[in-house]
């Protein structure tokens, strides 16, 4: 089965994300862009369309490199955001382990000892 994404990296049918049936997408070099490239190979030269497929190469890895940066903002916001709450659980639980600590005090003092 071939691969049904569309250069952003999502998964195709099957889930995966690579498969050995899948091809990469180099532009007119592709195997899938044959009649393509011999179209365009009439009023293009050989540099031209490597050069061509070069250029599509980059634009998928800088729109690859943009949802990935996106991506890792929204996790890192949604980590600082469980941070805060962790620290403020713990800032709880620590007045609350000084409150026990004070009333154990307190009681024992009261029954003397």
């Known amino acids: 089965m071939k691969r049904t994404d569309d250069n952003t990296g999502n998964r195709d049918i099957n889930g995966d994300e690579d498969s050995d049936e899948s091809e990469i997408d180099i532009g007119l070099l592709s195997q899938s862009k044959t009649k393509v490239r011999k179209k365009k190979a009439a009023h293009m030269s050989e540099s031209e369309i490597i050069l061509t497929s070069v250029q599509h190469i980059a634009t998928v890895i800088a729109r690859r490199s943009e949802t990935m940066q996106e991506v890792v903002l929204e996790e890192m916001k ?9 620290s403020d659980v713990l800032e709880i639980l620590g007045r609350r382990a000084n409150d026990l600590a004070k009333q154990q005090r307190n009681f024992i003092e009261g029954l003397g000892f």
């Open 78 to 86: 949604e980590v600082k955001l469980i941070c805060g709450v962790i």
